[in-house]
């Protein structure tokens, strides 16, 4: 069996990252997020569990609400959490890519370029949305948003890009012509 194509999926908050992995999934390709290797590692992993805990009191430990505000109103606390969790979202992410016998392989990974991930991976697809569409899907994106690399920098460095501006299915249209293009390389 070949080796699969391995696609890195990424953009701005609000942008639609997550309804284009669905349509991934759809068109045929496997489909995992960081977030959900994130979910996991805090629910599951005790080397993660038992630094929370000592960080922030064992309150915080499972508890995702409580960890974001810490995190969220605290830059320092915010990269210390991103210290211990990115390189262990790599390592599963690592871990899944060529485990799961489809051709395409997708991951979601929101700081794909910010965390110099890019180069993990074959190809990369950047969604974009003008940001009166962001701020409409997402309140109190700008916040979060002003410490990533601007959607200009994340196209120019993609193999494909696409402004999400209009429906699913525009959105489902672009994603089969990037299978297409995939499965044809």
């Known amino acids: 069996m070949p080796r699969p194509v391995t696609v890195a ?27 959900e290797f994130v979910h996991r590692l805090l629910a599951e992993d005790e080397d993660v ?3 929370i805990a000592e960080r922030w009191g064992e309150a915080a430990v499972g508890d995702r609400g409580r960890i974001a505000k810490i995190v969220f109103d605290d ?10 969790l990115h390189p262990r979202t790599r390592e599963l992410a690592q871990e899944w890519l060529g485990s799961t016998g489809a051709r395409i392989e997708v991951v979601e990974i929101p700081l ?4 110099g991930g ?17 701020e409409s899907r997402r309140a109190g994106f700008a916040d979060r948003e002003a410490r990533l690399l601007p959607d ?7 193999d494909f890009a696409y402004v999400n501006d209009g429906t699913l299915a525009d959105l489902g249209a672009f994603v089969a012509g990037v299978v297409e293009s995939l499965s044809s390389s």
């Open 9 to 35: 999926l990424t953009g701005g908050i609000a942008a639609g990252k997550s309804e284009a992995l669905a349509a991934f999934a759809r068109h045929g390709a496997a489909t995992a997020s960081s977030d």
């Open 49 to 51: 569990r038992r630094a």
């Open 75 to 84: 830059r320092a606390e915010l990269d210390w959490l991103e210290q211990l």
């Open 112 to 115: 794909l370029f910010e965390t």
């Open 118 to 134: 890019e180069s993990r991976f074959d190809k990369v697809v950047v969604i974009t949305a003008p940001r009166d569409v962001r």
């Open 152 to 158: 200009e920098e994340k196209v120019a460095r993609a």
